[in-house]
């Protein structure tokens, strides 16, 4: 995957897996002085200084990745009108979330015309779900999944959150399944029908979005594992482990 651009990774999604997408509404360097947005008691950090005012004209997905990614609040801003956004970047704007195509001539041209924008699928009807958990607990969460022996098809990761793709669910059956355990992980989140994520090689605010568990290279359509047994071995790894205790808090 070195070297594919938003487009090319769109165009993959869409046309050959049948994933639908649109672009996200992306981000903006706000204007003014950067550096003195980015001064912490009077001091600039070297890294993001030198990143931004090279490219204080260019886009600021670029400036944000050339700045490692991380997400500055006070420069890097959502490109939407609300100053409070709290998923910057990553969210439909214009199109919206309903604009959503497999179609090869329509992804070619939106980005043509935005070639960074954010790439973002949309969740549900037939296209894939996810379960998603803060970034934190993603690592041990899937070390834990691979000790029960949980087949896993690919998953997202973000500097904040990682996302278990999974086969597309209804909501009427996303709440049987939950009503039906006595628990669940509260910080888990659910991307089903009307939702949608960001998938790489997006920037957001909050930084890059990587394949953690890219899907095999050559295949058709990437296979998805099943929710329920997803959100099952997400609760046993959480509840239980040899011994005692919990394998892992999310």
């Keep these: ?64 990745a050339a700045a490692g990614g991380d997400g500055l609040p006070g420069v890097v801003a959502c490109a939407c009108p609300d100053p409070e956004c709290v998923v910057p970047g990553a969210h439909p704007l214009d199109p919206g979330l309903l604009a959503a195509t497999t179609d090869a001539r329509m992804i070619g041209w939106w980005w043509g015309r935005r070639p960074d924008a954010p790439v973002l699928l949309a969740t549900g009807g037939r296209a894939p779900c996810a379960v998603s958990l803060p970034a934190v607990a993603g690592g041990p969460a899937l070390d834990a999944l691979d000790a029960l022996g949980m087949r896993l098809g690919p998953v997202v990761a973000t500097p904040t959150r990682w996302a278990i793709l999974v086969a597309p669910y209804g909501l009427e059956r ?19 029908e009307g939702g949608y994520l960001p998938l790489p090689p997006s920037t957001t605010g909050t930084g890059r979005v990587r394949w953690e568990r890219a ?4 295949s058709a359509r990437p296979w998805l594992p099943d929710v329920e047994a997803v959100v099952d071995a997400l609760v046993e790894a959480s509840t239980s482990a040899p011994g005692g205790g919990s394998r892992l808090a999310y």
């Design 1 to 64: 995957m070195v070297g594919r651009t938003a487009v090319d990774e769109a165009l993959r999604y869409g046309s050959e897996w049948g994933w639908p997408v649109l672009p996200g509404v992306g981000l903006k360097v706000r204007g003014g002085d950067a550096g003195q947005a980015v001064r912490t008691g009077g001091r600039r950090p070297a890294r993001w200084w030198t990143a931004l005012t090279a490219r204080r004209t260019s886009d600021p997905g670029t400036a944000l």
């Design 215 to 218: 899907p095999l290279e050559g």
């Design 174 to 192: 996303l709440g049987d399944l939950l009503y039906a355990k006595d628990s669940v992980p509260s910080s888990l989140r659910f991307h089903s």
